[in-house]
Nanobody, 114 residues
């Protein structure tokens, strides 16, 4: 059974940094495009960042210059480095693995508040 598990969320003050991790098991990880999405209370899930199997990245305009997505195929892990966090970044962050099928994690909450 495929597992996608996020970690690293928590409470952080505005302007600080946080790094999320997402591990995937039982998939040929290197073939998958990986992505981070988020859903704030009362809002729809939205794309944050994606990285192709070749390493090309794409970001939502709201996080460009602040967030960085990266992957380590040997560890079957994708990361989201979040810097200069703002209160509007508060959301549950979900990891997605996309190839022939889509796999989602259960999410990790991030709260940006003083």
């Amino acid at each position: 059974q495929v597992q996608v598990v996020e970690s690293g969320g928590g409470l952080v003050q505005p302007g600080r940094s946080l790094r999320l991790s997402c591990g995937a098991s039982r998939i040929a990880f290197s073939l998958y495009a990986m992505g981070w999405y988020r859903q704030a209370p009362g809002q729809q899930r939205e794309l944050v960042a994606t990285i192709t199997r070749g390493g090309s990245t794409n970001y939502a305009d709201s996080v460009k210059g602040r967030f960085t997505i990266s992957r380590d195929n040997t560890k079957k892990t994708v990361y989201l480095q979040m810097n200069s966090l703002k209160s509007e970044d508060t959301a549950v962050y979900y990891c997605n693995a996309h190839y022939a099928a889509d796999y989602w994690g259960k999410g990790t909450p991030v709260t940006v508040s003083s």
